[in-house]
């Protein structure tokens, strides 16, 4: 009985005949006797197999890895040798081998995760998808048991990282603390800023008082200065003047003394005669009658005309 097989150009596919392969490649099309021949079909196309898998972290703490892994089939035929592709005249396939592949490639992967999880804590393995995604991929595409099977890892990606519900509430109860803690810190961070910063300005308003009262003293310090320097010169000066107005009552007092030395031994008769005609008579007779009252013991009798008192008296009404 014959049969036509055609298959797209994602699917390889290799005609087996007493034992020996009689066809292959992707997307052909062929007459082929069913009782005598084996068709064994192997999609090349890409393909993404979800997973959903639980690890232990190195705190013992379980946490849920949720993501896909893309892989494409590069060598068929090494495939062929190991897993069951055959398919019957319905193209069905003969066999659970197909299902197995993304299996095989899981638990590979799996177990590449499992070593990079047990190794770091459960806050470490939330943030560090991007690193775990690196570390294993890396791994999977050197895998001897990946490329045994003839598969290429194209990608790999995680989709979520979730701890247990319990976990996760208490994770999160801790957040929640952590970031008031941090706010109250930044409350009170902004409030010792503010206080700093009100210190500065009063540090600053003092040190600007200082320095106006430093001012003001050097100021007055210097008015002082020369006031003190003026009333030093307004003394020298008195003390000047005084020693030039002693110096000057010295010389006139040496002046009057020479002058007199020759008079100061003489009578006063003498210096009244000696005045001459500028000699006052009224004075003269005044000294005559002071000299007069004087030697009066020696007077026995004194007579005084009318006419002298008369002119005396007329002279001193004048």
């Known amino acids: 009985m014959l049969n036509f097989m055609k298959v797209p150009p994602t699917t390889y596919v290799l005609q087996f005949k007493r034992g020996k392969v009689k066809r292959e490649g992707v997307g052909l099309s062929f007459i082929y006797s069913v009782p005598t ?21 190195a705190d013992f ?7 896909q892994l893309t892989y494409r089939v590069v060598d068929p035929k090494r495939l062929a040798m190991l897993l069951d592709f055959s398919v019957d005249k319905r193209r069905a396939y003969c066999s659970d081998d197909p299902r197995k ?10 177990t590449l995760t499992r070593a990079v999880t047990q190794r770091m804590l459960l806050r470490d393995v939330l943030v560090s998808s991007d690193a775990i995604v690196e570390e294993v991929l890396t791994k999977l595409k050197a895998s001897e048991s990946v490329t045994t099977l003839g598969v290429e890892i194209l990608g790999l990606s995680l989709l979520g990282i979730e701890p247990t519900p319990e976990t996760a509430r ?9 970031l008031q803690q941090r706010a109250d810190e930044a409350i009170y961070a902004r409030r010792n800023a503010a206080v700093e910063q009100e210190r500065l300005i009063k540090e600053s308003e003092l040190n600007t008082e200082i320095a106006v009262e430093t001012k003001k003293r050097q100021i007055r310090e210097t008015q002082m200065a020369a006031e003190i320097a003026v009333e030093q010169q307004r003394a020298q000066l008195i003390d000047r003047r005084v020693e030039n107005e002693r110096k000057d009552a010295d010389s006139h007092a040496y002046v009057i003394t020479e002058t007199l030395k020759p008079l100061r031994d003489l009578d006063w008769k003498t210096l009244m005669m000696l005045g001459g005609k500028g000699a006052d008579p009224k004075a003269m ?3 005559a009658f002071q000299e007069m009252a004087g030697n009066a013991q020696k007077i026995g009798e004194l007579n005084i005309s009318p006419d002298l008192l008369k002119s005396l008296i007329t002279s001193a009404g004048k």
Do not use: K, N, Y
């Not at 021949?37 to 890409?46: D, G, N, R, Y």
């Not at 703490?61 to 993501?67: E, H, Y």
């Not at 592949?101 to 799996?110: F, K, N, Y």
């Not at 208490?170 to 952590?178: Q, S």
């Open 37 to 57: 021949s084996t068709i064994v079909a192997i999609p090349v196309a890409s393909a993404d197999v979800p997973f959903v898998f639980q690890e232990a972290t």
């Open 61 to 67: 703490q379980s946490v849920t890895l949720q993501g």
């Open 101 to 110: 592949l993304p299996e095989r490639l899981v638990h590979t992967m799996q």
């Open 170 to 178: 208490a994770l999160e109860a801790g957040a929640r603390e952590a």
């Open 285 to 287: 007779i005044a000294m």
